[in-house]
């Protein structure tokens, strides 16, 4: 229960200040679904879905293979400047054969007039991909504030920028005439990028105690074992950003063109938004959890500590779900009226990000055993099924079928890996605790759905309260679960 605790502690210090931060900084979805219509939003949506895409490429394994070689005490003192000065240079070749070729590419995809759209995402990409493996040095070190310090200063940046040349120009521009310095109305949605790119270069500066660590030395036989254990996982993020970004990337492709189809993608790109708070702790708990798994790989209680861990992820999982879905109707104040129509794939995609952060809990099995071919073989088969659903259904469904097609997916590769962890590296999960309360999460659920239909429109308060009862309920069940398994553990 101690080793629970020193997670849940590291977790929190990750998970408030990037809540804090990534919150705020989700505050811009208001701002951007009431600046940009229905069909501009689109673009965000489809470009950044791009960026999550290709900055697993840039980083290519080398952080999970950061902490897996951190580990050997012989090889210590090289894996950072070996991690850093490879993607350093991978990132300064793609940076410039982007820029080189960015009129092309912005034809292929449709953006023929906006070249400069190209440019400003591989900055963004690249400078990104070089501050990865220091943000995984302070995270290998334990060092969480300072992470969650630079992360803010970047996110606030960030905030900031947008508000500037999104609100403020504007105003000053229509009110009294005014044109404040940098800003040219004609450039638009792009400030949305370009805020962006400002705040991934005021990063690196902040982490250049860090980044000295490089002159200890780049070792090419190390980068060779670095790069054999770490290429199975770029397949592995790779197929994780099929599974989670093809969708709202071919979507305009496969619906009517033009504004009818960006109007459906800005639509589900918005509300994607709004399972902002699993997406929060699931990220948070990936933070603190990788370095913790890997730091306990040699007790001899490790996989107990790994099925305790999955319990209650799944119970707060779960917390995130109900909380959520039994309040939709204040969550959805966070977009604006026109999005609302899109207000029923949240709880699909709440379900879809659930499994998804149980399958990161269960694939630390493939990371442990240097099995990373496994893992390589079961994103494939997530990817499989991502694109042939999402081409199958987004022309019958639109958004609809992208939602369910991230669910089967999401689902799919978490029982995958439950089995093949279970033949190759058994941890024996506790699986009735697990399935008894999403069952009850789940009951809960449908109860609270009942009742919003039947009094929220006759009696908003009815529904809100009968909600913040059966949310309740399950919050006490989950204490009781709690303070039962705290009794079990305790060496008294």
């Known amino acids: 229960m101690s080793q629970l605790k020193k997670l849940a502690s590291q977790t929190a210090i990750y998970g408030l200040s990037t809540i804090l931060g990534r919150l705020l900084n989700y505050l811009l979805v208001p701002l951007h679904t009431r600046v940009f219509n229905t069909s501009d939003y689109g673009v965000v949506g489809e470009l950044y879905a791009y960026v999550s895409f290709f900055i697993v490429m840039l980083t290519y394994g080398m952080e999970t293979g950061f902490f897996r070689f951190s580990q050997d005490e012989t090889l210590k003192e090289k894996v950072f400047p070996t991690a850093f000065i490879s993607i350093s240079i991978s990132s300064i070749i793609f940076m410039i054969g982007m820029s080189m070729f960015a009129q092309p590419i912005a034809n292929a995809i449709r953006y023929a007039t906006h070249p400069e759209y190209i440019i400003y995402f591989s900055l963004i990409l690249g400078l990104d991909a070089i501050a990865s493996i220091p943000f995984a040095l302070l995270r290998q070190q334990n060092r969480p504030i300072k992470f969650a310090i630079v992360k803010n200063i970047n996110i606030f940046s960030n905030i900031l920028l947008n508000i500037y040349f999104l609100l403020i120009c504007p105003?000053?521009?229509?009110?009294?005439?005014?044109?404040?310095?940098?800003?040219?109305?004609?450039?638009?949605?792009?400030?949305?990028?370009?805020?962006?790119?400002?705040?991934?270069?005021?990063?690196?500066?902040?982490?250049?105690?860090?980044?000295?660590?490089?002159?200890?030395?780049?070792?090419?036989?190390?980068?060779?074992?670095?790069?054999?254990?770490?290429?199975?996982?770029?397949?592995?993020?790779?197929?994780?950003?099929?599974?989670?970004?093809?969708?709202?990337?071919?979507?305009?492709?496969?619906?009517?063109?033009?504004?009818?189809?960006?109007?459906?993608?800005?639509?589900?790109?918005?509300?994607?938004?709004?399972?902002i708070l699993m997406s929060l702790f699931i990220q948070a708990f990936r933070f603190a959890a990788e370095p913790f798994f890997f730091s306990h790989a040699k007790t001899t209680d490790k996989k107990t500590i790994y099925a305790q861990v999955?319990?209650?992820?799944?119970?707060?999982?779960?917390?995130?779900?109900?909380?959520?879905?039994?309040?939709?109707?204040?969550?959805?104040?966070?977009?604006?009226?026109?999005?609302?129509?899109?207000?029923?794939?949240?709880?699909?995609?709440?379900?879809?990000?659930?499994?998804?952060?149980?399958?990161?809990?269960?694939?630390?099995?493939?990371?442990?055993?240097?099995?990373?071919?496994?893992?390589?073989?079961?994103?494939?088969?997530?990817?499989?099924?991502?694109?042939?659903?999402?081409?199958?259904?987004?022309?019958?469904?639109?958004?609809?079928?992208?939602?369910?097609?991230?669910?089967?997916?999401?689902?799919?590769?978490?029982?995958?890996?439950?089995?093949?962890?279970?033949?190759?590296?058994?941890?024996?999960?506790?699986?009735?605790?697990?399935?008894?309360?999403?069952?009850?999460?789940?009951?809960?659920?449908?109860?609270?759905?009942?009742?919003?239909?039947?009094?929220?429109?006759?009696?908003?308060?009815?529904?809100?309260?009968?909600?913040?009862?059966?949310?309740?309920?399950?919050?006490?069940?989950?204490?009781?679960?709690?303070?039962?398994?705290?009794?079990?553990?305790s060496p008294n």
């Open 171 to 275: 105003y000053f521009l229509k009110t009294s005439a005014i044109s404040l310095p940098f800003y040219h109305q004609e450039i638009g949605v792009a400030y949305v990028f370009i805020s962006n790119l400002i705040s991934s270069i005021i990063t690196l500066p902040l982490l250049f105690t860090e980044i000295k660590h490089i002159q200890k030395g780049f070792d090419p036989v190390l980068w060779r074992k670095m790069m054999l254990y770490g290429l199975p996982l770029l397949v592995v993020g790779l197929g994780g950003m099929v599974n989670e970004t093809l969708d709202r990337a071919i979507m305009k492709y496969l619906l009517p063109s033009g504004e009818a189809g960006m109007s459906q993608l800005g639509i589900y790109s918005a509300n994607y938004k709004l399972s």
């Open 310 to 489: 999955m319990d209650y992820f799944v119970i707060i999982c779960l917390g995130i779900f109900l909380l959520v879905t039994l309040f939709i109707d204040v969550f959805k104040y966070f977009i604006d009226t026109p999005y609302y129509e899109g207000l029923k794939v949240v709880p699909i995609l709440l379900l879809a990000n659930l499994c998804l952060g149980v399958y990161y809990n269960l694939s630390i099995w493939y990371k442990l055993s240097d099995q990373t071919n496994k893992g390589a073989f079961i994103s494939l088969i997530g990817a499989g099924i991502t694109i042939v659903l999402n081409i199958w259904w987004i022309p019958i469904f639109g958004y609809i079928g992208s939602a369910w097609a991230t669910f089967i997916c999401y689902f799919s590769m978490m029982v995958l890996c439950y089995f093949m962890g279970m033949k190759y590296y058994p941890i024996h999960y506790h699986v009735k605790n697990v399935l008894g309360f999403a069952l009850f999460a789940l009951t809960i659920f449908l109860i609270g759905t009942f009742f919003r239909d039947q009094f929220l429109l006759s009696n908003a308060m009815l529904s809100y309260s009968i909600n913040a009862i059966l949310f309740a309920i399950f919050g006490i069940a989950a204490f009781v679960f709690y303070k039962k398994d705290k009794l079990l553990t």
